[in-house]
């Protein structure tokens, strides 16, 4: 009997730390904004992951968006530049819309390209996290894609700032596709 009670607690040792680490993150925390971001990154919730975003970087984000969309407005694709941000029917328009709403715009037109080519699923599961300081967190989580036969896993980072309405998450300019960050390579 006692080897059955000693092999149930070393069982019990042994799996509460990876049991553990999956258990929700305490409300407020880095983590757990990270982990409302990638839900809804693996739900194309273009909206959600905006919600999330941190302010300063939305507002670096539509600058360079509302820049990009002026170009394209005098070119072929100004008709597919509108389309984008109906029901506006000029750049005054655009400009008007609010740099969460723009972002989740913007973000919900990628995730809708990627869905077109076929079905795919994300699973986002968070490994660790490494803060520096009190005001800046990196979360290192592993995202798996299927997409029919086709599958890939990698291990990622997201980076969050604490703002004055709480932890927020940084857009790194790469991770969107959007070329180089700010400040140029070395930042």
Do not use: C
Not at 1 to 29: E, K, Y
Not at 30 to 49: C, D, P, S
Not at 132 to 138: A, I, M, P, T, V
């Amino acid at each position: 009997m006692s080897r059955r009670v000693l092999t149930g607690a070393l069982l019990t040792v042994a799996l509460a730390g990876p049991l553990g680490a999956q258990r929700a993150p305490a409300a407020g925390t880095a983590r757990a904004v990270a982990q409302r971001t990638l839900t809804a990154l693996a739900a194309r919730n273009a909206e959600g992951f905006a919600r999330e975003a941190s302010p300063q970087d939305l507002a670096a984000f539509r600058a360079q968006l509302l820049a990009n969309v002026q170009q394209a407005l005098g070119t072929p694709q100004r008709a597919q530049a509108l389309a984008m941000f109906a029901p506006a029917k000029s750049f005054e328009d655009i400009q008007k819309i609010p740099a969460e709403r723009l972002f989740a715009i913007y973000l919900q037109t990628v995730m809708n390209r990627v869905a077109a080519a076929g079905p795919m699923t994300m699973t986002n599961t968070i490994l660790g996290e490494v803060t520096e300081g009190d005001s800046l967190s990196h979360i290192v989580y592993r995202q798996h894609i299927a997409s029919g036969t086709s599958k890939a896993d990698n291990v990622s980072l997201v980076s969050l700032r604490r703002t004055p309405g709480g932890w927020k998450v940084t857009l790194e300019a790469g991770q969107l596709g959007m070329g180089p960050p700010q400040g140029g390579p070395g930042r």
